[in-house]
């Protein structure tokens, strides 16, 4: 992907911005390719117009109920926008857009950045965690948890994880299912999950976790 970048100033009758090659064409380049013909494939994706003084958005500080649980910061319906996220302290990158789901274990403040043009803007939001209502299932209990059956076909049951968080990721790490367990005996669905091997983690809220693998049947 090339990021493409610009400005102009509007006249104030405009209703429409067409993206496309407007050169003449004499002046286009075709490449051959090997089998013969001519013809090109550009995909053009997360256009977003701005004002030229916009500035970072995080939206406004949330709390959620259990550790793990899903918050969404930004501003809803900007998921276009040239805007990058980080946790505070870092300077890795966890997720881009104008607004993101994140799924803290911990309060946390999360800051995005919005880049115009090459002018950054930067904008803070904190995500707490309602530790007030986390009781004694919250911490986990290994020797009281069970998964059955597995292999696994259509749900998944999962006794003594209450207050826990399950999350169920292929074997290249890519997360596929994230839900809290609020009851002593959850059933979790699994369909629609291509058949395999799986890795499930049970974490509670204060960060221990309990990891095994899962074969899901046909």
Same mark, same amino acid.
């Given at each position: 992907w090339v990021k493409i970048q610009g400005s102009f100033i509007a006249r104030g009758h405009e209703k429409f911005i067409t993206i496309g090659v407007f050169a003449d064409t004499g002046n286009v380049i075709h490449i051959s390719p090997s089998g013969g013909g001519y013809y090109g494939l550009y995909v053009v994706d %997360?256009?977003?117009?701005?004002?030229?003084?916009? $500035?970072?958005?995080?939206?406004? %500080?949330? /709390? &959620?109920?259990? +550790?793990?649980?899903?918050? $969404? &910061?930004?501003? =809803?319906?900007? %998921?276009?926008? =040239?805007?990058?996220?980080?946790?505070?302290?870092?300077? /890795?990158?966890?997720?881009?857009?104008?607004?993101?789901?994140?799924?803290p274990m911990v309060t946390t403040s999360y800051v995005v950045r919005l880049d115009l043009c090459g002018a950054s803007t930067f904008d803070t939001v904190k995500v707490s965690v309602d530790t007030s209502r986390m009781d004694v299932h919250? @911490?986990?209990?290994?020797?009281?948890?069970?998964?059955?059956?597995?292999?696994?076909?259509?749900?998944?049951? @999962?006794?003594?994880?209450?207050?826990?968080?399950?999350?169920?990721?292929?074997?290249?790490?890519?997360?596929?299912?994230?839900? +809290?367990?609020?009851? =002593?005996?959850?059933?979790? +669905?699994?369909l629609g999950i291509p058949p395999g091997v799986y890795l499930v983690y049970i974490t509670d809220g204060v960060g221990n976790r309990h990891v095994q693998l899962l074969m899901v049947n046909e």
């Open positions: %997360d256009v977003s117009v701005l004002p030229a003084d916009a $500035r970072a958005d995080a939206g406004r %500080d949330t /709390t &959620i109920r259990h +550790p793990g649980d899903t918050a $969404r &910061i930004g501003v =809803p319906g900007s %998921d276009g926008i =040239p805007a990058y996220w980080y946790q505070l302290g870092s300077s /890795t990158a966890i997720d881009s857009g104008g607004s993101i789901k994140v799924h919250t @911490i986990l209990n290994t020797e009281k948890l069970a998964l059955y059956p597995n292999p696994a076909r259509e749900v998944l049951t @999962i006794s003594g994880g209450h207050g826990c968080t399950f999350t169920l990721c292929n074997l290249m790490g890519q997360e596929v299912i994230r839900t +809290p367990l609020t009851r =002593p005996l959850q059933d979790v +669905p699994l």
